[in-house]
């Protein structure tokens, strides 16, 4: 599957023509899901990261899907009950295949963010601004070439500010057992996950230390 991806996504067009590819693509990603409709829903929520467009949140890629079902795919990311590691899982495996890294990169990326009730929200540093702000970020080790890359596992970064706030923790649905972790330590845990599922060792590269407390 060859896509062109532009800066906000690939052209509705573009995506059509390798629909029977997406398909084949979500049905491996999405085979440990029981239900049928939710491998449908996967399978739709993938086209709709996927789609241009400049924001990715389920409403407006609701609305740029011909078959959008904004009601279904929220349920799908919020409270449809599936296990999402044995999916991560699938794409690592998948994904080193393709790209055949010659390293890992660790990263962490900020991903601004309006209000205070989104997981993980607080204002810190967000690498897509330069500057601090109001953002979520993401730890995340990278399967790495001179011509790829992709995420292999990805942790939320949860600020020590959010332990002890009942109210936040609530609305966000984030489990008691979640707490804060260093970014560091996020790292070394993905690594851990990479290396239990059977990828090979490669050499990591921390480009983002300095930030990692």
Request: charged share 30%; glycine share 8%; aromatic share 8%.
């Amino acid at each position: 599957m060859a896509l062109r991806v532009g800066e906000r996504g690939v052209r509705a067009g573009d995506l059509a023509a390798q629909r029977a590819a997406l398909i084949e693509f979500a049905e491996e990603m999405y085979g440990s899901l029981a239900r049928c409709d939710q491998r449908a829903k996967g399978e739709q929520y993938t086209r709709g990261l996927l789609l241009e467009g400049r924001r990715k949140s389920i409403q407006p890629m609701a609305a740029r899907l011909a078959d959008g079902d904004e009601q279904g795919l929220q349920q799908f990311i919020t409270d449809s009950p599936w296990e999402d590691v044995p999916v991560r899982r699938r794409l690592a495996r998948r994904m080193t295949a393709v790209i055949e890294p010659v390293g890992w990169v660790i990263d962490d990326t900020g991903m601004p963010k309006d209000g205070r009730f989104s997981p993980g929200v607080a204002h810190q540093y967000c690498g897509a601004l330069g500057k601090t702000a109001n953002c979520q970020v993401l730890v995340s080790v990278n399967a790495a070439t001179d011509r790829a890359s992709c995420p292999l596992g990805w942790r939320l970064f949860l600020p020590a500010g959010w332990d002890a706030d009942a109210e936040r923790r609530a609305r966000a649905k984030i489990p008691e057992d979640v707490r804060h972790v260093p970014k560091w330590q996020l790292a070394l845990d993905i690594v851990d996950e990479l290396i239990a599922w059977g990828l090979a060792r490669r050499r990591a590269s921390d480009f983002l230390c300095k930030r990692f407390v």
